[in-house]
């Protein structure tokens, strides 16, 4: 049965990973758009994607992150309504307590929202998570060039489906990991289920797939480690392209 802290928790990584499949559809780009047209290289086009999300990543370390901005845009623009409402003719017509109190509703859940979403570590120093995932990507693309689509792949499935199963169904956890058993083979069930279909290659698809748990385990970063490493063992092992 699930607790009110594993309900709020899986809340909150459902989020993580509806944001976390979003941006990644970014790197599918290159393969779903002939990039040529636009007079882009794959390699150029993860390069620019590395080149924006670092610049993102330090402005957001030097400056106050993007949660504190939004939530002030959210106040001031809270104020600017009631000013500008107070200014018009019907203004006393217009329940303005019940305006603001439902306002500040509305930013106080969004002010937790956030933070529910947000890791420790995210709050000190950054969403270093996005960064090593548009590094990792970019690597995998000059080390391995076009099989980088198994390691986006594999960043969207195994890394989404084993972090909700863990939070979900979670209790047993690997030695020296913060990954659990349970939520290792729903992630790792998911990947080689979504390769096979793709590929039809039932070794090939075990052996990514096992890599690919391996390095979300015990990879210091998962985001980086999973596209580099199962990009390289897709190619060792002679994958077809994805195309």
Do not use: C, W
Not at 103 to 116: A, F, G, M, N, Q
Not at 204 to 228: H, K, R
């Amino acid at each position: 049965m699930l607790t009110l802290s594993r309900i709020e928790a899986l809340k909150a990584m459902a989020l993580r990973k509806l944001i976390h499949v979003v941006l990644s559809v970014f790197l599918v780009i290159p393969f779903i758009i002939n990039l040529s047209t636009y007079g882009l290289t794959n390699t150029l086009y993860f390069t620019i994607i590395t080149l924006g999300v670092s610049v993102i990543y330090v402005i957001q370390v030097k400056r106050p992150i993007i949660t504190i901005m939004l939530l002030d845009a959210l106040t001031s623009a809270r104020r600017s309504i009631l000013q500008q409402m107070m200014k018009s003719p019907i203004s006393s017509a217009i329940p303005f307590e019940i305006l603001d109190d439902g306002l500040i509703r509305l930013e106080r859940t969004v002010k937790d929202l956030l933070e529910s979403v947000e890791r420790d570590y995210e709050r000190r120093g950054g969403y270093l998570g996005i960064l090593m995932g548009a590094l990792g990507v970019l690597i995998s693309q000059l080390l391995t060039g076009n099989y980088v689509i198994y390691g986006i792949i594999s960043i969207i499935v195994y890394d989404t489906m084993s972090a909700l199963g863990g939070v979900l169904v979670g209790r047993v956890r690997l030695p020296f990991t913060n990954a659990t058993m349970e939520g290792t083979l729903i992630g790792m069930l998911s990947l080689a289920l979504v390769l096979y279909v793709i590929t039809g290659q039932l070794i090939g698809t075990l052996a990514i797939t096992v890599t690919a748990a391996l390095a979300e385990a015990y990879g210091l970063e998962d985001n980086l480690a999973i596209p580099i490493a199962t990009s390289l063992i897709a190619m060792a092992l002679g994958m077809p392209i994805i195309t």
